[in-house]
């Protein structure tokens, strides 16, 4: 987590290849793609999970996946 960004919990609701749409607070969608860690330890992760998006205040439309709920 950097120090300019949020982050909050989500469903992901579509995943084609490495972009996920992340579905927050029942009526926000952000564009997010894995962080290093997850890549790295080959999690995968399907629609319908819920995960924690790590989302930059400049952008709030993308994000980087950084955990994912079991």
Do not use: P, W
């Not at 790295?40 to 996946?65: A, F, M, P």
């Amino acid at each position: 987590m950097s120090e300019n960004s949020i982050q909050m919990d989500g469903v992901v609701i579509s995943a084609i290849r490495d972009c996920f749409m992340v579905k927050i607070n029942d009526n926000y969608i952000v564009k997010c793609s894995l962080s290093g860690k997850i890549r790295q330890n080959s999690v995968k992760i399907l629609v319908n999970d819920r995960v924690t998006v790590d989302i930059s205040e400049y952008d709030t439309t993308r994000g980087r996946i950084v955990f994912r709920h079991r």
